[in-house]
């Protein structure tokens, strides 16, 4: 299509006036409505890609007002709000993917990193996260992401403790589900076994400082001051790396 051909040719004024017309002339043609839906999906990757968000999520937004129920639409929505920080926002359009495509892997993952900052959502997300885990019990990153979100509402949650030794044992290379259990236990004042799965999370991917910090606090209440003053340094230089200078 025109609009295609614009979008190629790194002229997105164009294209979208294109596509507008299109939309108005033809928009109803069923042929044509899925063609210009994958336009402008591909339109507001491009955008993505060199983190425009801002114009991404304008792109997309207006796309959403003729194909409201499309799944790689909303999901590409979502993740420009993410960019541009607005998680409320983003996470109503990952919800609505998840509506619309429960069996999407995307938006749980998304929601996932932003449990902290999807305010009033919370409890709307740790339904839907309850369904998922549920439909797939075989899966790890379910199990983790649920018991996230149980965390969130309760640090003390039991069956968030079931839920990330699960995770663990269907998976035990993923740092994060260790990191999350050795945070647990640790608040269970269950410390040797914390420091485990903290050890364990920090060998799974060394640049991550948090299971450090964690780490320096389990050691102090352990009384092993030397490892505590040595997580403690590793913290900080981890942190000091990852900072904008």
Known sequence: SLAETYLRLEEPVKASAAAETAEKLDGKNPTIHKALGMFYFEFGQRLL??????????????????HPKDPQLLLALGVARYGQRR?????????????????I????????????????????????????????????QAQLLLAKALLVSDPQDPKAKELLEKSVALDGSNWEAHYELGV??????????????????????????????????????????????????????????????
Do not use: C
């Open 184 to 245: 647990l236990l640790a608040a269970k004042r269950k410390y040797q076994d914390a420091a485990e799965e903290l050890v364990r999370a920090s060998m799974l991917d060394p640049q991550q400082p948090m299971p450090h910090y964690h780490l320096a606090r389990v050691y102090d209440r352990l009384g092993d001051t030397e490892r505590a003053k040595a997580e403690r340094e590793t913290h900080k230089r981890l942190v000091s790396a990852t900072t904008p200078r």
């Open 49 to 66: 890609q060199k983190q425009d968000f801002t114009q991404a999520a304008n792109v997309l937004d207006g796309a959403l007002r003729t």
């Open 105 to 140: 892997e995307q938006p749980y993952v998304f929601l996932g990193k932003m449990l902290d900052q999807a305010g009033t959502h919370v409890d709307e997300i740790t339904k839907a996260f309850e369904r998922w885990a549920g439909g797939n019990p075989k899966s790890a």
């Open 87 to 103: 998680f409320e926002d983003a996470a109503v359009r990952f919800l609505q993917v998840i509506q619309v495509d429960p069996a």
